[in-house]
């Protein structure tokens, strides 16, 4: 899977996931929002995510709190929101 992070309106980071077919640039397009903070490929391995690689056409990179910031958006729903909805 792939994946973008974005700085929503309020300067929250919105991670976006999607499938491989799919471009960076693609999925860029189809965002409401100006900032892309960073991007890559994600992988599942346990109960932790895995964040890497990047994208030029986007001119973003993995980060290395993009998988707590993902991890945070699939928190149980009693726990507080740790992602904007």
Same mark, same amino acid.
């Given at each position: 899977? %792939?994946? !973008?992070? &974005?700085?929503?309106?309020?300067?929250?980071?919105?991670? =976006? +996931?999607?499938?491989?077919?799919?471009?960076?640039?693609?999925?860029?397009?189809?965002?409401?929002?100006? %900032?892309? !903070?960073? &991007?890559?490929?994600?992988?599942?391995?346990?109960?932790? =995510? +895995?964040?890497?690689?990047?994208?030029?056409?986007?001119?973003?990179?993995?980060?290395?709190?993009?998988?707590?910031?993902?991890?945070?958006?699939?928190?149980?729903?009693?726990?507080?929101?740790?992602?904007?909805?």
């Amino acid at each position: 899977m %792939k994946y !973008l992070i &974005a700085e929503d309106f309020t300067g929250q980071p919105v991670p =976006f +996931i999607f499938p491989d077919r799919v471009t960076h640039a693609d999925m860029r397009e189809q965002l409401p929002y100006t %900032k892309i !903070l960073s &991007a890559g490929y994600i992988l599942l391995r346990g109960e932790h =995510f +895995i964040c890497h690689g990047g994208d030029a056409d986007v001119n973003a990179v993995a980060g290395p709190d993009d998988a707590s910031i993902i991890q945070g958006c699939f928190a149980p729903a009693s726990a507080a929101p740790a992602c904007p909805a």
